[in-house]
């Protein structure tokens, strides 16, 4: 963990104040388990910051409650901090709270094994499923049935879905088109971004982000953040 880098609201580290500097933060060391709604609120607020634009198209990838591999511990475990489907949507439910356009669409990542939770996620945050995107890997993984090859990506949306629909009719389901090398563990192809830029509107946030995209706002416990900068016409 970079110590400059301000966490997620479930993480104890650090978290930036209006004054542009670090410091620690024991308060956000509470687990999100044991915060009621005004403290995972509140905790956002540090974390994040207080100024806060609408958004049209939010991108989420939740470290959903993966374990398992017995000693060879090959589960999401390993690799960081998991949550549980309550602790996922009270994350996303506080933070969105007031900040999502009218017409919206939202797409997030999800396990095969966690499907049912989150489409309970998006229609507890307003959002109707329609469908979904894909990753096909190059290289077959693991599986007690099937050797999995593809993760997706559900895709819905907010109000009328086709208002913030850009005029591109020919997008595939597949991301970048073709399979996709997988990297360092649950990073997802930076092919994503494109395939959603090419079909939604800005202004654009990614949630429980790992890296910062240029002209997204990125919120996640692995992102150095970077303010939201004003749009013209945006006041403080």
């Not at 609201?9 to 209006?18: A, M, N, Y």
């Not at 915060?35 to 989420?60: L, P, Q």
């Not at 399979?179 to 563990?185: C, T």
């Not at 692995?222 to 939201?228: F, L, M, N």
Request: glycine share 8%.
């Amino acid at each position: 963990m970079n110590e400059h880098s301000p966490t997620c609201p479930w993480h104890q580290d650090w978290h930036r104040c209006d004054c542009g500097a670090f410091e620690t933060a024991e308060h956000l060391a509470k687990d999100i388990s044991q915060m009621s709604d005004k403290e995972v609120e509140d905790n956002v607020e540090k974390s994040f910051g207080t100024r806060m634009r609408k958004y049209r198209t939010i991108y989420a990838d939740p470290p959903w409650n993966q374990t398992g591999g017995g000693k060879i511990k090959r589960g999401a475990d390993r690799h960081y901090p998991l949550l549980k489907e309550n602790e996922i949507l009270t994350v996303m439910k506080n933070f969105l709270d007031g900040k999502v356009e009218d017409d919206a669409h939202l797409y997030m990542w999800v396990a095969n094994n966690h499907l049912p939770e989150a489409l309970r996620i998006i229609e507890n945050l307003g959002f109707r499923y329609i469908t979904n995107i894909v990753w096909a890997k190059s290289k077959i993984g693991l599986g007690q049935y099937f050797r999995g090859q593809h993760e997706i990506c559900l895709f819905a949306v907010k109000g009328n879905g086709f208002a913030s629909k850009k005029n591109n009719n020919s997008l595939s389901s597949l991301i970048g088109g073709k399979p996709i090398s997988a990297q360092r563990h649950s990073k997802k192809p930076k092919e994503t971004y494109d395939l959603i830029e090419a079909r939604s509107d800005g202004p654009y946030l990614e949630m429980f982000a790992r890296n910062y995209r240029p002209n997204w706002d990125s919120f996640g416990n692995e992102v150095v953040y970077s303010p939201p900068t004003l749009n013209e016409g945006e006041e403080e």
